[in-house]
């Protein structure tokens, strides 16, 4: 799996980095910018000691309050091993984009509600999540992207539900 998380960062920064600009006079990442983003996490694309399987799904909104440099809040709700372990989670973070190229680097604090299912007892419990992720805005037009980003999310509650992955999300600007 090492490889695999190797591999998509070592691709993602091999990415030109050019062929961002919308020939406008103003940039995609500019200050007053809204962003919107709805993206998924599969089975093969997350990874965690808890599970073997995990679906998820992520909502973000985001207003860029200087150039580069955007406020971001998150929902998510994931279902793990055929989800007997069920999670929502919701933060908040920020989010940098370099230049005007599309790569961006964000950190983000997350509270987590973990609902397990074992055996005929359920246990729940609350969890504080930061997560740092990373990824690239590929441009499909003039305000629609769409968002590969690798991350990982540590777990203060049990390191085993720490755990790394790929999400791909279709995000506007607006």
């Excluded at 950190?107 to 973990?114: D, E, F, I, P, S």
């Amino acid at each position: 799996m090492r490889k695999l998380m190797m591999a998509a960062i070592g691709l993602m920064m091999a990415m030109s980095a050019n062929a961002q600009y919308l020939n406008e006079s103003e940039t995609p990442f500019s200050e007053g910018k809204f962003y919107v983003n709805a993206s998924a996490s599969s089975a093969s694309l997350a990874y965690s000691k808890s599970t073997d399987f995990k679906l998820g799904l992520n909502a973000k909104a985001g207003y860029l309050f200087m150039d580069n440099l955007m406020a971001l809040g998150v929902v998510e709700f994931s279902g793990q091993n055929n989800f007997d372990i069920l999670t929502t989670q919701i933060g908040a973070g920020a989010r940098y984009y370099f230049e005007n190229c599309g790569v961006f680097l964000g950190l983000l604090a997350k509270y987590a509600h973990v609902k397990n299912k074992v055996s005929d007892s359920s246990v729940s419990f609350s969890d504080f999540r930061p997560e740092i992720h990373a990824g690239y805005c590929f441009f499909l037009g003039k305000h629609v992207t769409l968002d590969p980003e690798v991350y990982f999310e540590h777990s203060f509650k049990d390191s085993d539900y720490s755990g790394f992955g790929l999400r791909v999300g279709i995000g506007i600007f607006f």
